[in-house]
């Protein structure tokens, strides 16, 4: 599976189908009032995919996050460029700006996913089929709805199709109700998906058990309760075989050592699909339907000429950062640029290319494999499995069994080559704990929602004042909800930290 299904037209009641999930004969148009054949079906499910590849999360705005978390610097082209992610890392944001604004209308898989669960169970096909599509489409619209339950609290919530005659006026739902409806889709999902071993290889990238089973951890992590199902949700997950002692660190990317580029791998529970096929749009920096992975080019050190496209240079580490690494920390070098580093694809990095004198290197890739800006075909990895292990360990010590957490902490810091941990202590075990999901996850997008979700945010506040980002506050710590979007609607309202 690498390529998600284009357009619907769902205010029309048509759906518009380009290019299929899977290389399957492309069909025309379809009614909602039609009988579906299960290639209908499929591609149905298929759009509610989509969005997830758009600039609008994935592609930028989900990993300029750890700019807003103070793991980088914009670098960018200086001037305006990046002004919006600036204004968010220095929280000084107000309602027009353009990256609340992504975020906010990046929900069209929501309304894909809605139509498609309107559609399905009518559906004459195959039952297991059938059943496997609605729980991808309730993995799906969860999803969606986490992310922006994170990034706004209160949203509007709709959990049916939004057809043209609909009353597009709703107010916010409260966040509690919201995170009711992530939480029975997520374990709707799980009752209903098969494992990932039990794909085929052309359906690899689908959502599986797995991916579900750690999407409603991290739900509840989140929601900092159901620790004990926590730890039943990672121990299902590790008995399907995972085992981190057999996967190298750098197969969740391109790994330099194999001089590979790994695509759904056997760490991997669910990734963002991408083919690198530059012809599947016409302009890739405004297409939502573009076909190629931008962290590639957006993170490679500006105009090093080490990627395709030269390198945008977006994320200057900082300092801070780097000396966060423990002493033989073997992620380093995988990870970011630094003076000294191992060469990249045989070229040697040089520290001017940065204002702090490092740069990502997690994300690259070399121009054998691509060789322009619109065509990398690099999957963006969402959930893996040493993310699960440090879920386990924090939720083991919340329940006070902190000698049973050293168990899967240590498993990922044995793969980083560093010493275990013995500690018996609750409170150092989850400031452990925290550091070894920073390191691990880096730039990975995962940091800024860690961040806001301990300690109900405080901790973020403790952290960002401690580097310098006095602005931080609780209130801060969501996003603004769009002017532009509350000037179309009477009902919404604004978050309180930005009226």
């Known amino acids: 599976m690498k390529k998600y299904i284009l357009i619907l037209a769902i205010a029309a009641l048509a759906l518009a189908s380009c290019d299929k999930f899977l290389d399957k004969t492309p069909y025309d148009s379809i009614g909602t009032s039609s009988t579906l054949s299960e290639n209908d079906a499929v591609s149905l499910v298929n759009a509610a995919y989509q969005p997830l590849q758009w600039p609008k999360l994935y592609n930028m705005r989900i990993w300029s996050t750890d700019v807003v978390a103070g793991e980088s610097n914009v670098g960018a082209g200086g001037g305006t460029d990046g002004i919006e992610t600036v204004q968010l890392a220095n929280f000084t944001a107000d309602p027009s700006n353009a990256a609340a604004k992504d975020v906010w209308r990046a929900n069209p898989g929501i309304l894909r996913a809605n139509l498609a669960l309107s559609i399905l169970p009518e559906t004459k096909m195959d039952n297991a089929l059938r059943d496997r599509l609605i729980g991808e489409c309730h993995f799906l619209r969860a999803h969606y709805y986490f992310i922006m339950v994170r990034f706004f609290g209160d949203i509007p919530l709709r959990t049916k199709p ?15 109700q919201v995170y009711d409806t992530i939480i029975a889709d997520t374990r709707d999902a799980i009752a209903r998906l098969p494992y990932k071993k039990q794909y085929g290889n052309t359906d690899l990238g689908r959502a599986c058990k797995e991916a579900a089973e750690c999407q409603l951890a991290k739900v509840f992590l989140t929601l900092g309760t159901n620790y004990g199902e926590v730890v039943s949700l990672c121990e299902d997950i590790e008995a399907q075989g995972y085992d981190l002692s057999k996967m190298a660190y750098a197969d969740n990317w391109y790994n330099p050592d194999t001089g590979k580029l790994n695509q759904n791998g056997p760490e991997s529970l669910f990734e963002i699909q991408y083919t690198g096929d530059p012809a599947a749009c016409t302009n890739w920096l405004s297409d939502n339907d573009n076909q190629s992975q931008w962290l590639n080019c957006f993170m490679a050190p500006r105009n090093s000429n080490m990627v395709g496209g030269g390198g945008y240079g977006w994320q200057h580490v900082t300092q801070e950062f780097v000396d966060a690494y423990e002493e033989g920390d073997l992620r380093k070098d995988y990870t970011i640029f630094y003076e000294g580093c191992p060469d990249f694809d045989g070229k040697e990095y040089d520290p001017e290319w940065s204002t702090t004198g490092y740069n990502v290197r997690k994300w690259c890739i070399p121009t054998s494999i691509a060789d322009k800006v619109d065509n990398c075909p690099a999957n ?85 004042h401690s580097i310098g980002k006095k602005n931080a506050s609780i209130g801060r710590l969501l996003y603004p909800v769009p002017q532009v979007e509350i000037d179309a609607n009477p009902l919404f309202t604004q978050n309180d930290a930005y009226k």
């Open 162 to 176: 939004l057809f043209a005659s609909d009353d597009l006026n709703i107010a916010r739902t409260p966040k509690e």
């Open 380 to 464: 963006t990895v969402v959930y893996r499995f040493a993310d699960v292990l440090l879920m386990k360990a924090e939720a083991l010590n919340e329940l006070g069994r902190t000698e049973e957490a050293r168990i899967p902490l240590n498993i990922v810091r044995a793969r980083a080559g560093l010493k275990p941990v013995t500690t018996t202590d609750k409170a150092e075990m989850k400031k452990i704990i925290i550091h070894e999901r920073r390191m691990e996850l880096a730039f990975e997008g995962h940091r800024w929602f860690d961040m806001i979700r301990i300690d109900g945010g405080q901790y973020a506040v403790n952290f960002l």
